[in-house]
């Protein structure tokens, strides 16, 4: 079963788990964001793409998990998690399964976006940019050899 129909077939949250997890902070989900955006994205950027979304907070919520994650481009390092004093300067809105088939390319980000399934808030010529950039680039396919691998613990026996 693909991901995305494993979460189209997936009850709703509950409401109530739902706001006690968007009460969470969001630095571990950005964290993850921001490593999964370091190995997926910044390779296919260029010098020019890198130098543009640079230095601008992108907040990334999942509306149907109540997750939150905010990232921003730091200079000459690439994705981080963003400076909590800093404001977003750009806020993007989905599900779940629209997320995965944006990411991909399964999904028109256009049409989610005029049918209100993907809200973009924020500096709208920033948003542009970045829409643009990500067309540019194409999907982004996960690939199983670019994630790391957990180091090996060697377990003890209590005693031992």
């Known amino acids: 079963m693909k991901a995305e129909e494993l979460l189209n077939k997936l009850p709703p949250m509950p409401q109530g788990l739902r706001r006690l997890v968007a009460r969470l902070p969001w630095q571990p989900p950005s964290l993850v964001l921001a490593l999964g955006l370091q190995r997926l994205l910044w390779p296919k950027l260029d010098e020019w793409q890198r130098n543009e979304l640079a230095r601008s907070v992108v907040e990334v919520e999942v509306i149907d998990l109540g997750l939150r994650g ?10 981080e998690v963003a400076p909590s004093s800093l404001a977003p300067r750009v806020r993007i809105k989905a599900r779940a399964a629209d997320y995965l088939r944006l990411l991909r390319g399964q999904e028109d980000p256009d049409r989610l976006f005029f049918e209100r399934a993907l809200v973009i808030e924020g500096d709208t010529e920033y948003a542009l940019l970045l829409k643009n950039t990500l067309d540019a680039v194409g999907p982004l ?10 180091p090996a613990f060697p377990f003890r026996r209590r005693g031992a």
């Open 141 to 150: 396919q996960l690939d199983a050899s670019v994630l790391p691998r957990p």
């Open 70 to 79: 905010r990232v921003w481009i730091a200079p000459q390092a690439g994705f």
